[in-house]
């Protein structure tokens, strides 16, 4: 190929080409143009004959702090190639950005002799780029400034906000891998909360779950899961409801209370009314003895003795009958107990007599171990002989099906002057149906059981100041162990 024609083939070909073409003297001073093409003319808006003998500089703005300016100025300098991305002003003052491609020609001596460059304007894809990483910016702002608590989970790595970092106590670097932090913060739960992941969305997100977990100083939280799909990437907001949640479960708390007090009181009134009921026949009955008794008492009678005797035993008893009655009107009403000095031993022998009169189906051992060194308790002897029936019947029914059926009935005086009354079976043992509410009203695992004596029985003895608990009786059955102060002062068993 003859040069002249190759010139001219070059120079048309370098005309005809979109790319903004440039190339400058390396030889003369400052690097002056000494072409543009026609698609540089375009681009910019200058003439070519504005811009020939000037550096390509002036195309730069105000804003000429480009890291890429100084690559340019040491590329040429060493005599390399350089690939930049410039801001650059057309001759209006409207910027572009330009992909900028400088070569360095050389002579057949090696020496450097001009720079070549192409111009490719790449303003639309920076701003397109610009916009993406604006709104990724704002979009990774909004996430870590969400009240909630945010995992964002991609391939078994998690990144967190920083609500989740205040919910569970872990820094983000220690929550980046998905099965570590969810065993770390759910233990035992880790399995359900990644079922949460692992089920069905087509049919839209699962329902939030509401999860324990333990955050970094050990504190157990609940905390509300809601899993969303976002592309390839899972989305999981943590909302901790620790706190509505304890209050959920008092108002339910709060709400059985009320429905048993309600039931309690209800209780009352119809304890009340047949108590009332009950007065009349029983003053009737205790009538009808005193009659009998008056008839057996004629001369001419002599009827064996043991009658008058079993009279005046059931006239006691009628008695006694009535003066529960009374009392549990007066303890329904919350009236003030009748407290006076009594013998806690005297207490328990008796008391074993009511409990076990007429009822006793099968024989049971009694051991009875009362201390000789309890001083006298200031109760209400009623009251505190209800609990200890409620006490022994409770006992007595547990050891229904033992093969040895014994029944200890303890006093003992405790370090601190209070007295100490104990109640052991060899039965069933406290069923752990009713174990944590064994106090309650309404607590019973008998069919028909109401489940108001341990609740009596501990009203009775918190009313005196003293305490009631139960355990275990090992091997085989259970105590039930209540303390009295000698005069009502509060005391611990
Ligand atoms: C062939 C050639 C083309 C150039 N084209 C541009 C251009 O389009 N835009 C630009 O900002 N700088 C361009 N430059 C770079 C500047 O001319 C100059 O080298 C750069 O600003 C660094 O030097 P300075 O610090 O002396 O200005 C070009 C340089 C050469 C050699
Ligand atoms: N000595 C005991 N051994 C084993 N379980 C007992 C004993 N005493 C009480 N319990 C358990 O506690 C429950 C509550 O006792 P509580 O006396 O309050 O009610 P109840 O005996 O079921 O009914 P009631 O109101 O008629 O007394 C019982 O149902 C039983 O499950
Ligand atoms: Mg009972």
Redesign the pocket.
Known sequence: MQPAIADDLIRRIVESVHCAM???D?QAED?P?VYVNAAFEELTGYRSDEVLGR???F??GED?DQAE?DI??TA?TEGRNADVT?R?YRKDGSLFW?E?S?SPISNPAGGITH???I?RDVTVRKAALHALSESERRLSDVLENLPVGVFLIQNGTIQVNRAAEQITGYHRTELTDFDRSLSLLCGDSAEEVRRLWECDQTEGFPTPQILPIRDKAGTEKQIEFAICESGPQFICLLTDVTAQEDARLRMTEIQSELEQTARLSAMGETAAAIAHELNQPLTAASNYLQTVKLILSKPDLRPDPSLIDYLDKSDDEIHRAAEIIRRMRMFLRKAPIEKAWHNINNIIEESYELATLGSLERPVALRLRLAQNVPEVCVDKVQIEQVLVNLIRNALESMEESREAELSLTSTLNHDGSVRVDVADTGHGIPESVRSTLFRPFTSSKKDGMGVGLSICRSIVEQHGGVIEAHANIPLGSIFSFSLPRNGEAVSV
């Open positions: 440039m190339i400058c390396a690097t143009l550096n390509p500089r195309l730069q000429r300016i340019v100025r040429l410039l650059n330009v900028l400088i720079f070549s460059a111009q």
